[in-house]
Structure formats: structure tokens, C-alpha cells
T-cell receptor, first 114, second 112 residues
Framework: AQSVTQPDIHITVSEGASLELRCNYS??????LFWYVQSPGQGLQLLLK??????LVQGIKGFEAEFKRSQSSFNLRKPSVHWSDAAEYFC????????????FGKGTMLLVSP | NAGVTQTPKFQVLKTGQSMTLQCAQD?????MSWYRQDPGMGLRLIHY???????DQGEVPNGYNVSRSTTEDFPLRLLSAAPSQTSVYFC???????????FGSGTRLTVV
């Protein structure tokens, strides 16, 4: 079975600074990979996804993620964080098959300081 | 399009009561899932469906029932509520090709 590790429970970043959120997965082959964001009291919104091809994926809100097969990682990055980016971020994986479902990491809470 | 609609948004139950959390999607999505979210645990899959009439168990199915009589609706039933089922419940759906699940806004359930 697949699993996802997000090593950082909380991260604090100054507004305007760069951001990197870490995600490592465990799966025998290359899974489908996702990042979701959840604002307080809200549902989850898809930021970006990787299925195959170019390992640098662009998403919404200025986010990008890089898939590194050798490290089983799919880290999320943003060059300059805005106060509105404060939220919880979830990495998720799914086996590359038609009927697979998502397995989520436990999330990283991003705090943005002025 | 409304996307994925969950009702109610909030609910308080007494231990032993039963209830149904409603989930409806208007995107003609084949796949639907129910997750529960608990602090520090991320989202865990309860049940899922790959089409009308087809359901299967996820990681934490005990105490919950589902059915899928139509493509649009995927209700989650709590048979006899327990305090351990206090959680936020999310319904999600996706199409056959586009793998990005669309999530509802959630139901916050408290069992006392």
C-alpha cells in the first residue's frame, strides 16, 4: 500500500520569502501525485498534479512542484509567499490505475508572518 | 455548476443516534469518495464508489454504510453514532480522465 510523509507539521515563513513544503511517498512505482490546500473551515482545493512527463509542474496561485524519482519526493514551492497563502497543505498520492483513490499525508500548516 | 454539495454543514448527535450525511455532485463524475479529517491525521478514506451500484471500503469503514443508487448521490450513513466519529467529513468526486478530485465544503459532526 502507498503512504505519504509530510515531515513538517508547522512551517512559519515571512511574507515575501520563498517557501518549500516537503512530501515523500512510498510506492513501488511512480504514482500520481497531488498537492491540495485547505483554508480554515473550507474544503480542499487542488493546487497541482503530476501524472507523467515534465517533472516540474506548475499550479494555481503561483505554486509549483518538482517530482524527483530518485528521492521519492514531490516538494511544493513558491518564490514569494503572500499572507493569503496561510493554510494547511496536503500532499496526496494515487496508484496509476483507473480505480485508485487518494492517500493523503497528515498535512503541513503554513503560517505567514508580517 | 454547484460542484460537490454536502449537507448538513454542522450536526450534533447523541451517542447511539443514526443519521445520513448527504453528498451530491452535478458533474456526472463516475468516482466518489468519503473522507474523514481529524487533527494531525490528515484525511482518511471511509468508503468509495467507482460508479452507480458499486461501492467499496476504504481505510476506516467501521460504523459507516454507503450506497450509490444514482451517479449524482453518495450518502454516508452512521448506523449508531459514537464519540469517536466526531470529525469533519468530506465528500469528493472525480471524472474518469481528470484525476483531480473535487471536494465538498465538509460536514462538521459532533457526537456527544
Amino acid at each position: 500500500a502507498q503512504s505519504v510523509t509530510q515531515p513538517d507539521i508547522h512551517i512559519t515563513v515571512s511574507e515575501g520569502a520563498s517557501l518549500e513544503l516537503r512530501c515523500n511517498y512510498s510506492y513501488g512505482a511512480t504514482p500520481y501525485l497531488f498537492w491540495y490546500v485547505q483554508s480554515p473551515g473550507q474544503g480542499l482545493q487542488l493546487l497541482l498534479k503530476y501524472f507523467s512527463g515534465d517533472t516540474l509542474v506548475q499550479g494555481i496561485k503561483g505554486f509549483e512542484a518538482e517530482f524527483k524519482r530518485s528521492q521519492s519526493s514531490f516538494n511544493l514551492r513558491k518564490p514569494s509567499v503572500h499572507w493569503s497563502d496561510a493554510a494547511e497543505y496536503f500532499c496526496a498520492v494515487a496508484p496509476p490505475s483507473r480505480y485508485s483513490t487518494l492517500t493523503f499525508g497528515k498535512g503541513t500548516m503554513l503560517l505567514v508572518s508580517p | 455548476n454547484a460542484g460537490v454539495t454536502q449537507t448538513p454543514k454542522f450536526q450534533v448527535l447523541k451517542t447511539g443516534q443514526s443519521m445520513t450525511l448527504q453528498c451530491a455532485q452535478d458533474m456526472n463524475h463516475e468516482y466518489m469518495s468519503w473522507y474523514r479529517q481529524d487533527p494531525g491525521m490528515g484525511l482518511r478514506l471511509i468508503h468509495y464508489s467507482v460508479g452507480a451500484g458499486i461501492t467499496d471500503q476504504g481505510e476506516v469503514p467501521n460504523g459507516y454504510n454507503v450506497s450509490r443508487s444514482t451517479t449524482e448521490d453518495f450518502p454516508l450513513r452512521l448506523l449508531s453514532a459514537a464519540p469517536s466519529q466526531t470529525s469533519v467529513y468530506f465528500c469528493a468526486s472525480r471524472g474518469q480522465i481528470n484525476y483531480g478530485y473535487t471536494f465538498g465544503s465538509g460536514t462538521r459532526l459532533t457526537v456527544v
